[in-house]
T-cell receptor, first 111, second 117 residues
C-alpha cells in the first residue's frame, strides 16, 4: 500500500541530545514537509522540500535540520539547539498540487 | 499574525444535526482552501477542498462554502455522526505563501468537534 511512514512513533530525548525522526513515502511525491503540532496550536511548518537535494526553511526552522538525498526520504533532526522540542511531529508529502497527505506522526518528549 | 483563523476552539453537536465549522482568512492571495480532520495521535487526513473560483463544493455529507468577499469559509457536516468527533483544521495556500512555493499550506488552530449520540 502507498503511504507515508514515520518512525519512531514515540521518542524520548535527553537534554543536549540530537535525535532524528524518519519519514519515508512510496507515493512518488516530489514535495515533502515537516510540521510540528503543539497543544492548542495549528500545524506549523518546520522545513519543506520541493525536490531532491533542495529544501527551504518554514516558519520555525531554528533548532532543526533536514536532508533530502532521496525522493522517498526526508529525515528531520531535532538538535540540542531546539529549546522546546517536546511536541507531535508530522511528516507530509504532495505531488505538486495543493493537497498535502500526512503520516501518522511521531511524539517526541524531552526527559 | 494569524493568516488563517478558526475562532471556535470547540463545537458540540447532537447526532443527526448539522455541524458548521467556520474559518476566516486575511490574505487575499490565497487561492485554494482545504479542510483536514485529525484524530488524537494521528496525522491529519484530507477531507475536502475548494478553489477560489468556486463558492461551494460538496462531497457526500460534507460541503464547503467559500465567501471571498468576506474572506470566510465554512464546512457543513450533515447529518453529523459520532465518528465525526475529531479536530478539524482549515488550511489555505496561494501564490504568495512561503515565497510562492506551491503546496505549502497555512493552517488554522483547529476546532474540536464533539458529536453526541
Amino acid at each position: 500500500d502507498g503511504g507515508i511512514t514515520q518512525s519512531p512513533k514515540y521518542l524520548f530525548r535527553k537534554e543536549g541530545q540530537n535525535v532524528t525522526l524518519s519519514c519515508e513515502q512510496n507515493l512518488n511525491h516530489d514535495a515533502m514537509y515537516w510540521y510540528r503540532q503543539d497543544p492548542g496550536q495549528g500545524l506549523r511548518l518546520i522545513y519543506y522540500s520541493q525536490i531532491v537535494n533542495d529544501f527551504q526553511k518554514g516558519d520555525i526552522a531554528e533548532g532543526y535540520s533536514v536532508s533530502r538525498e532521496k525522493k522517498e526520504s526526508f529525515p528531520l533532526t531535532v538538535t540540542s539547539a531546539q529549546k522546546n522540542p517536546t511536541a507531535f511531529y508530522l511528516c507530509a508529502s504532495s505531488i505538486g498540487g495543493n493537497t498535502i497527505y500526512f503520516g501518522e506522526g511521531s511524539w517526541l518528549t524531552v526527559v | 499574525d494569524q493568516q488563517v483563523k478558526q475562532n471556535s476552539p470547540s463545537l458540540s453537536v447532537q447526532e443527526g444535526r448539522i455541524s458548521i465549522l467556520n474559518c476566516d482568512y486575511t490574505n487575499s492571495m490565497f487561492d485554494y482552501f482545504l479542510w483536514y480532520k485529525k484524530y488524537p495521535a494521528e496525522g491529519p487526513t484530507f477531507l475536502i477542498s475548494i478553489s477560489s473560483i468556486k463558492d461551494k463544493n460538496e462531497d457526500g455529507r460534507f460541503t464547503v462554502f467559500l465567501n471571498k468577499s468576506a474572506k470566510h469559509l465554512s464546512l457543513h457536516i450533515v447529518p453529523s455522526q459520532p465518528g465525526d468527533s475529531a479536530v478539524y483544521f482549515c488550511a489555505a495556500s496561494g501564490r504568495s505563501t512561503y515565497g510562492g512555493s506551491q503546496g505549502n499550506l497555512i493552517f488554522g488552530k483547529g476546532t474540536k468537534l464533539s458529536v453526541k449520540p
